[in-house]
């Protein structure tokens, strides 16, 4: 039975055909059924919530109340599950009832597994998340309809999930053969961060123990603009630092860069705060708003760029219980691009043209570019003392450097031993064969081998997840 007050958008093409299980039109209609007395839907949901409510803190988006809700469910807590009902929902559906409801449902499937949710929609104002819930004896669909600005539950309608369905959705994970099926010790979350015109989308992506509160991470880019997973070729080590740290107890919160999803709308003059700092400090309000992060354990984990920047970061949007570096650049930016460029063999006239330039930068001059970024965002990179930051920061830190990192070498990290010598909470750790994307590799380190396959080194994930879980 169908408990509701009040054009999809779906992970792949292919799940937009499964829209005929849950259609807005049938939405609509038991929507409409189920207010009949009750007045208009927004308003409903708009009461305040009675005392029962408040067992736990309201979820800050309609995937977070569909997740809380489904991990109270597969707990039997009803009490818990009723918590993120609206009121009116709640009196016509109390926690004794849901327990009698889910049991019915539920009958003869067996043992609870995991849940993926097949289709995000909207109807008459409201926004919709259908799950798809597996049991050791067969599947389930979950339809929960969540009011889009209190994030309180309007509705909730379970029915069993057709073969068709459940085979549908089997080949549409198959079909993404390039993003593998998340773990299942893990469930992720879609987030916003930032305000317009640069809002970005990003992944919240949390251990799938529960209830309780979590050490969270924010994951910040390097230089360039990446997506959420800091894709490089076949490689996402964003995407495994966030699966690999959540099934390991941390959450991780990754976000497409500003220059990745708004480059068209950016000017040369943006600044290393329009580029990296200010999404970063978004990113960390994010986690703070949310009811499963421990709040004395929450990090910032920055990669080359980012890793210069998060000490900075890290005092900006205090308080922090620490930072994580991985690949920290220690010299000059410029400094480090010219011994690329001699690593890699470049033409010579290529690297004399950069060297005059690095020439002139170096002498003050604010005319011309480097690589095709003007010379004050160079200045304004080189002025960001990451070393610096860290002493002034005072704050736990653990800085990862890969052995055959040609682009970050062991000139770099010596940097950052002499500038942080005789501070006790600082931790230096080398992972052995490891590039600059801290993925094993052997032979002479090169760009090519980023075309290859590869996921960060279990070591990583470990020493991360140990120093986070510490707390620093």
């Known amino acids: 039975m ?5 054009t999809p958008v779906t992970r792949n093409p292919r799940r937009a055909a499964l829209a005929w299980g849950v259609s807005a039109v049938t939405l609509l209609s038991a929507m409409a059924c189920t207010n009949a007395g009750s007045g208009r839907a927004r308003n409903a949901g708009n ?40 009121r009116n929902v709640r009196r016509e559906l109390p926690a004794p009832k849901l327990a009698d409801v889910w049991k019915q449902a539920t009958a003869g499937l067996g043992v609870p597994g995991a849940w993926t949710v097949i289709q995000r929609s909207e109807a008459q104002g409201m926004d919709v998340r259908t799950a798809l819930l597996t049991f050791e004896n067969g599947s389930l669909l979950a339809v929960i309809v969540v009011h889009p600005d209190t994030h309180e539950m309007g509705g909730l309608w379970f029915r069993p999930a057709p073969p068709e369905l459940v085979q549908a959705v089997a080949e549409a994970d198959a079909d993404q053969s ?54 490089v070729g076949p490689n996402k080590p964003f995407r495994d630092l966030a699966e690999g740290l959540a099934e390991r107890g941390v959450a991780v919160l990754r976000y497409d860069k500003r220059t990745f999803s708004h480059g068209a709308k950016l000017n040369n003059g943006i600044s290393l705060d329009e580029e990296v700092i200010l999404d970063a400090a978004a990113a960390i309000d994010v986690l703070r708003r949310h009811p499963e992060v421990d709040l004395t354990r929450l990090y910032v984990l920055g990669h080359s760029l980012g890793a210069q920047l998060a000490p900075e970061i890290a005092m900006r949007a205090a308080p922090i219980a620490g930072v994580v570096l991985l690949a920290p650049p220690g010299r000059p930016p410029w400094d480090i691009l010219v011994a690329q460029m001699r690593y890699l063999e470049l033409p010579v006239e290529q690297l004399a043209k950069v060297e005059g330039n690095v020439a002139r930068l170096k002498a003050g001059s604010r005319d011309g570019d480097l690589l095709g970024a ?96 510490a707390g620093g």
């Open 47 to 86: 009461a305040s919530a009675d005392a029962s409510a408040d067992v736990v803190q309201r979820p800050v988006n309609s995937d977070a109340t569909a997740t809380a809700f489904l991990e109270a469910l597969r707990a039997d807590d009803f009490v818990r599950a009723t918590s993120h009902f609206s």
């Open 374 to 469: 003007p010379a004050s965002y160079w200045l304004d990179l080189n002025a960001r003392d990451g070393v610096a930051m860290a002493k002034k920061l005072g704050k736990p830190m653990l800085i990862l450097h890969g052995e055959r990192d040609y682009q970050i070498t062991t000139e770099d990290l010596t940097v950052w031993k002499q500038g942080l010598a005789g501070i006790s909470n600082i931790e230096f750790v080398t992972v052995p064969a490891a590039n600059h994307l801290f993925i094993k590799g052997s032979g002479k380190p090169g760009p090519a081998e980023y075309s290859q396959p590869g996921h960060v080194e279990e070591m990583v994930l470990d020493k991360v997840s140990a120093f986070v879980k």
């Open 2 to 6: 169908p408990y509701y007050e009040g």
């Open 178 to 231: 390039a993003a593998p099926a998340q773990p299942a010790r893990l469930r992720s979350e879609s987030i916003s961060l930032g305000a317009a015109p640069f809002v970005l989308s990003g992944t919240l992506t949390l251990p799938l123990g529960g209830p309780g509160r979590f050490p969270a991470v924010v994951l910040v880019h390097g230089s360039g603009p990446h997506d959420r997973d800091a894709t």
